[in-house]
């Protein structure tokens, strides 16, 4: 089959979405199928000097941007022309909300999309979230509808895409993300430890990932102080690193690390960490709380969008912006290490059933149906 993905932004952009797609992409390619990604020339700051390029065998297409929308949405006009001309069997769009969402009314090829559950209530500004209101009711419902399978990440999106937007449930598919499952190995996580001088019988709480408003790392600077004998480890880059520095800079045990950050050091990160904190506002998944599974490390994590879906009973879920419930249960973690081991055991086990290489089979029968369909 030929598969073309048409998202916002990918590869050399990091983020959930584009992880999503990078890795869906190879393991496709793995079982015999060509892909080609179309999306912005953008990265998050500003524009990228290749167009065309081909990345572990995904052709990759570049087109112009006429402007951006916040972090995630941009508009590229050229991908009209790259559908209405496609030879690809299956069009696959990611991301709802964004104007490429209209690729499914110029094409009579099977159709797809996966919305990755954008409902960031609270965390837009007023005037954006009042238009989202408008426009999920009118032409967002009209366009959704007009896909021939819908994708959603976690089980909670199914009855949000069935109960607004009235989906048939038939038409909704659950393929949910996933990790390599090269990740399942464990990583050194002494490399880490050694590389910045911490003790190997030392606590060591992890954030790990985008430094942004809506990821809530505040909420961990805040009850630092509370827990003067671990160290906290604050792992990313984004637009909030300098703020979240501040904030933090007077409160000794806690540790920024930034700037170039390889998979392998991330994988060792997890692996020496005892607690993975991830104090997000929303998140449609999570992928990070997967990584943390993989390497062992016990999770916390907030009762926001697919999060507590994710995690289950492999690990803790705090109230958000309740620094009282996530000191308590940190503290519980901090204080149980034999409620520490047993959530590691739990969460590595469950992490199992979440590889890309067995996401993509379920996706490929996907594709299957719908090409048979068409014949």
């Known amino acids: 089959m030929k598969i073309k993905f048409i998202t916002p932004f990918f590869y050399p952009v990091e983020g959930g979405m584009e992880k999503h797609v990078l890795y869906l992409s190879e393991e496709l390619i793995k079982l015999g199928h060509k892909i080609e990604v179309i999306t912005s020339n953008l990265s998050r700051e500003g524009k990228l000097e290749k167009t065309d390029e081909i990345y572990k065998k995904i052709k990759i297409k570049r087109l112009s941007t006429w402007f951006k929308i916040g972090d995630l949405s941009s508009f590229f006009p050229g991908f009209f022309k790259e559908v209405k001309k496609s030879d690809a069997d299956i069009i696959h769009i990611h991301a709802y909300r964004h104007p490429h969402n209209l690729a499914c009314l110029i094409t009579k090829k099977p159709t797809l999309i996966t919305t990755h559950w954008p409902e960031y209530k609270g965390l837009r500004k007023k005037w954006l979230d009042i238009f989202i209101i408008l426009f999920d009711k009118t032409l967002g419902k009209f366009l959704i509808n007009k896909y021939d399978r819908v994708i959603a990440v976690a089980k909670p999106e199914v009855k949000w895409l069935e109960n607004k937007f009235k989906i048939r449930k038939e038409k ?65 880059n984004g637009p909030e690193l300098n703020n979240l520095k501040s904030e933090g800079r007077n409160i000794k045990n806690i540790k920024f690390i930034y700037g170039k950050i390889t998979d392998k050091e ?110």
């Open 172 to 236: 909704i598919e659950l393929i949910p993300n996933g990790i390599p499952k090269e990740q399942l190995k464990q990583f050194n996580g002494n490399n880490f430890r050694k590389k910045y001088n911490f003790k190997l019988n030392e606590l060591l709480i992890l954030y790990f990932g985008r430094l942004h408003k809506s990821k809530g790392v505040d909420q961990i600077i805040k009850i630092s102080k509370y827990f003067p004998n671990v160290k906290f480890i604050i792992m990313g």
């Open 266 to 375: 991330k994988m060792e990160a997890f692996n020496a960490a005892d607690i993975f904190i991830h104090p997000s506002h929303y998140d449609a998944f999570g992928i990070t709380l997967l990584e943390a599974f993989s390497q062992k490390c016990a999770v916390i994590t907030t009762n926001q969008g697919g999060l507590p879906w994710v995690v289950e009973k492999a690990g803790l879920i705090f109230k958000d912006n309740d620094l009282n419930d996530l000191k308590e249960k940190l503290s519980l973690l901090i204080n149980n290490n034999k409620l520490r081991l047993e959530l590691q055991e739990k969460g590595y086990k469950k992490v199992k059933n979440f590889t890309w290489d067995k996401i993509a089979r379920k996706l490929e029968l996907v594709y299957k149906e719908l090409l048979n369909k068409k014949i």
